[in-house]
């Protein structure tokens, strides 16, 4: 992996978490972008070389709706980025990873993404990113 990319946190309601984050942080996010296809809407803030990204559902039936009711608010995924997405999910598939898809969907902040399957690592939703070419 090339790097920490960000860090993706789900939130109920992204007006305030938006008004908390900035606080925190001292200083407002950067966009905000919806993503159809994933039913969320997701503002982003920078510190330093790494990403904060906000998630809130848009449908009950989104992803991060059902993590929030599963598990409540907080930490939903750890994004890496790299170099070659394609190389780099083959790379991971032969070494016994379980991908949530088989190809690369279209995520927020002009990434191509893939997530992993949490229960080949420790639990942990990890994402795969790379900037779209
Ligand atoms: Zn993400």
């Known amino acids: 992996m090339k790097k920490l990319e960000h860090i993706g946190i789900a939130v109920k ?48 039936d989104s992803p991060i709706a059902k993590f929030i009711e599963k598990r409540g608010e907080g930490i939903h995924h750890l994004a890496f980025e790299a170099d070659s997405i394609e ?20 995520g927020a902040d002009h990434k191509d993404i893939v997530f992993l399957h949490p229960k080949t690592t420790q639990g942990v939703l990890v994402e795969l990113c790379q900037e779209k070419k």
């Open 87 to 106: 190389v780099k999910m083959k790379e991971l598939r032969d070494q016994g990873f379980t991908l949530l898809s088989d190809t690369t969907k279209s």
């Open 13 to 60: 309601n992204l007006e305030e978490a938006n008004l908390i984050f900035a606080r925190l942080l001292g200083k407002p996010h950067y966009k905000v972008e919806v993503v159809e296809s994933e039913g969320v809407r997701t503002s982003f803030f920078k510190v330093g070389e790494i990403k904060i990204e906000l998630l809130e559902a848009i449908r009950p």
